[in-house]
């Protein structure tokens, strides 16, 4: 089977090294990739959003498959617009991508549907959101643009005056462009976050093995939100009894929810949960692998991956038996310095190997560009250095020694990667 992997980033560098170990698995091209993914597969210079382009490729091409990794091109169609053509696609529909792309649709969704998640309001008026928060005046409260902002697009208000300030930049000075046409005001939760990304075919759902991602820039939690700076996997707080009621409460009534709106969810429907007091709750919806989360999942999984992605496409999940390796799997960024603010790229890399790899660790490469033979910066989030083992401490070990061997001028990494997940374990 030949695939076209879809997007540029280390979730993606992570989906097409698992491809490549399946059997099945033929050729795969990558539209866009990158400098480290060339090494893996064969990267072709159409931009993720440029459906006609892919579509084109895809039909010029002997591709038996599209796998669509990013939010963008499924928020906008590019699913639809490849089985209009014939051609297999992995990843959901835009009328089920909306799970992601609005915010006031999931929240709804949750609510006609009872399931476990902050109390909140939506409104498409500033003044009337004001007029809420300060009706309400409970604090922090959380401010939410509907639409897609790069996952900076949530606000933690700690009084009045920074919530009227949230509302003002998410509505009126439009930050996030017009996905803060409306916003989503909702009650702030507390607890350890878990996200469990799972495989979906419209109406069986299978969660994969957990994982804990890091979003602040710096060590402690501390500094800005980024995309994700280092992930674990598992995650010690989703126990077996947490997971049973997450099936019970979140996972299952989610995939039964779409599938009761005529938009049955087929793809990695990706959980964001709380685990609050009064038990787990949903922070967000994706419609897609999480970046970095994928880079500590994926390669624990055990069944063929092109089975599995098979499986949610022809709607037989129920029939497939999926096995996850035992191993614990940690993943530490490297970003470039200033990120996620502004930084310099095409600096060189150094501690590579030719192929863009090292010893001892998997290298996910997320912005590089490979130049004579050199490796460069090309991102925010540079490479994703991922190491497996029997514990979690080891895997920890691993990455972060590859983390002192390679860098880059002004490289920046988290040293606390796993280290609340090994206090809880
Ligand atoms: P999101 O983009 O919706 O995942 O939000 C980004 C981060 O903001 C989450 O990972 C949480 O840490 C935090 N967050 C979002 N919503 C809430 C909430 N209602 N209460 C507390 N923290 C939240
Ligand atoms: N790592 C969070 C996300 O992919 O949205």
């Known amino acids: 089977m030949n695939v076209l992997v879809i997007g540029s980033g280390g979730r993606e560098h992570a989906v097409v090294k698992k491809l490549k170990e399946s059997p099945r698995c033929g050729k795969i091209w990558c539209a866009p990739g990158n400098g480290g993914i060339a090494a893996d597969a064969e990267c072709v210079a159409i931009g993720a959003m440029d459906i006609e382009g892919?579509?084109?490729?895809?039909?010029?091409?002997?591709?038996?498959?599209?796998?669509?990794?990013?939010?963008?091109?499924?928020?906008?169609?590019?699913?639809?617009?490849?089985?209009?053509?014939?051609?297999?696609?992995?990843?959901?529909?835009?009328?089920?991508?909306?799970?992601?792309?609005?915010?006031?649709?999931?929240?709804?969704?949750?609510k006609k549907y009872g399931i476990p998640t902050a109390a909140y309001e939506t409104f498409d008026d500033p003044a009337k959101a004001v007029a809420y928060i300060e009706e309400n005046n409970k604090f922090p409260i959380v401010v939410k643009a509907d639409g897609l902002a790069l996952g900076k697009g949530v606000l933690i208000a700690e009084d009045l005056a920074a919530a009227k300030e949230a509302v003002k930049t998410i509505m009126e000075d439009k930050a996030f462009g017009a996905s803060g046409n409306r916003v989503v005001v909702e009650e702030f939760m507390t607890g350890p976050e878990v996200t469990v990304l799972s495989f979906a075919d419209g109406k069986?759902?299978?969660?994969?093995?957990?994982?804990?991602?890091h979003k602040r820039a710096l060590d402690g939690d501390k500094g800005l939100n980024t995309g994700g700076m280092g992930t674990v996997s598992p995650n010690p707080h989703y126990t077996e009894a947490v997971a049973k009621v997450c099936m019970e409460t979140i996972f299952l009534p989610?995939?039964?929810?779409?599938?009761?709106?005529?938009?049955?969810?087929?793809?990695?429907?990706?959980?964001?949960?709380?685990?609050?007091?009064?038990?787990?709750?949903?922070?967000?919806?994706?419609?897609?692998?999480?970046?970095?989360?994928?880079?500590?999942?994926?390669?624990?999984?055990e069944t063929d991956f092109l089975d599995?992605?098979?499986?949610?496409?022809?709607?037989?999940?129920?029939?497939?038996?999926?096995?996850?390796?035992?191993?614990?799997?940690?993943?530490?960024?490297?970003?470039?310095?200033?990120?996620?603010?502004?930084?310099?790229?095409?600096?060189?890399?150094?501690?590579?190997?030719?192929?863009?790899?090292?010893?001892?660790?998997?290298?996910?490469?997320?912005?590089?560009?490979?130049?004579?033979?050199?490796?460069?910066?090309?991102?925010?989030?540079?490479?994703?250095?991922?190491?497996t083992a029997e514990t979690?401490?080891?895997?920890?070990?691993?990455?972060?020694k590859a983390a002192e061997n390679i860098t880059f001028e002004g490289a920046h990494y988290r040293r606390d990667i796993g280290a609340r997940a090994l206090a809880a374990n």
Request: charged share 20%; aromatic share 8%.
């Open 54 to 110: 892919v579509v084109r490729f895809a039909k010029e091409n002997p591709v038996d498959l599209v796998f669509v990794a990013p939010d963008d091109p499924l928020g906008a169609g590019m699913v639809d617009a490849l089985e209009a053509a014939g051609i297999r696609a992995f990843g959901p529909r835009k009328n089920a991508a909306i799970i992601e792309a609005s915010k006031v649709f999931s929240k709804d969704l949750m």
């Open 254 to 301: 989610t995939i039964r929810a779409m599938q009761a709106e005529g938009r049955p969810f087929a793809g990695c429907l990706y959980f964001g949960l709380m685990l609050t007091p009064d038990g787990p709750k949903v922070v967000e919806y994706n419609c897609r692998f999480g970046d970095p989360e994928t880079q500590v999942v994926l390669p624990r999984l």
């Open 308 to 387: 599995v992605i098979d499986a949610c496409i022809d709607g037989t999940l129920d029939t497939l038996d999926i096995r996850w390796k035992k191993d614990a799997a940690a993943c530490v960024i490297l970003a470039s310095g200033g990120y996620p603010g502004s930084y310099k790229k095409g600096l060189p890399i150094s501690g590579l190997d030719e192929n863009g790899g090292a010893a001892g660790v998997t290298v996910y490469h997320a912005g590089t560009k490979l130049e004579n033979g050199q490796y460069l910066t090309n991102g925010g989030r540079v490479l994703g250095l991922t190491a």
């Open 204 to 213: 069986t759902v299978v969660p994969m093995v957990s994982s804990m991602d």
């Open 392 to 400: 979690l401490a080891e895997a920890l070990e691993k990455a972060y």
